[in-house]
């Protein structure tokens, strides 16, 4: 769907590092590197630049209390698999992860609509010829990729 999901919330919970680890990219960096990416690949105009630099910015903050509670969501989930919960505590917890991806996904199409507005049709068109019929986010490839979480989460995709 959105091709910024790279930009995630998360960052600061994984900013410590042990000794040979490098500290994540912030999220401001991450929306540096995809524009870069997308301005080399789409040679977008500088008005374009800054109309993308924004979307990606607002798409992040936006996000980013909701990813905040997925990851929360997720470890919950995780933790009751590990204590061999039962199922109906399995059950709960998976319905609320549900819920919390209802919003995002349409916090990420949201987004994604006002990025293809900026985009002229020829922009539109090789952006979707770099997709395969199973992607969900045009341009996941380039750097700054996928979200935390993987393909389908986070806002900067």
């Given amino acids: 769907?959105?091709?910024?999901?790279?930009?995630?919330?998360?960052?600061?919970?994984f900013a410590q590092t042990t000794?040979?680890?490098?500290?994540?990219p912030t999220a401001e960096?991450?929306?540096?590197?995809?524009?870069?990416?997308l301005t080399a690949l789409l040679t977008l105009l500088p008005s374009q630049v800054t109309q993308i630099t924004q979307i990606l910015t607002d798409?992040?903050?936006?996000?980013?209390?909701?990813?905040?509670?997925?990851?929360?969501?997720?470890?919950?989930?995780?933790?009751?698999?590990?204590?061999?919960?039962?199922?109906?505590?399995?059950?709960?917890l998976a319905t609320q992860l549900g819920v919390l991806q209802g919003p995002l996904a349409g916090n990420h199409a949201k987004y994604?609509?006002?990025?293809?507005?900026?985009?002229t049709k020829?922009?539109?068109?090789?952006?979707?010829?770099?997709?395969?019929?199973?992607?969900?986010?045009?341009?996941?490839?380039g750097p700054g990729g996928p979200g935390p979480g993987g393909p389908g989460r986070g806002p900067g995709r």
């Fill in 1 to 13: 769907m959105l091709v910024f999901a790279a930009l995630a919330a998360s960052v600061a919970a």
């Fill in 19 to 24: 000794p040979g680890q490098q500290t994540p």
């Fill in 29 to 37: 960096q991450r929306i540096t590197r995809r524009v870069e990416y």
């Fill in 59 to 92: 798409e992040q903050k936006a996000a980013a209390t909701i990813e905040t509670s997925l990851d929360a969501a997720h470890t919950a989930l995780e933790d009751a698999v590990t204590a061999l919960a039962v199922d109906t505590t399995l059950a709960r």
């Fill in 112 to 119: 994604e609509v006002k990025f293809q507005n900026v985009l």
């Fill in 122 to 141: 020829d922009q539109r068109e090789k952006l979707a010829k770099l997709d395969g019929p199973g992607d969900r986010r045009p341009g996941d490839r």
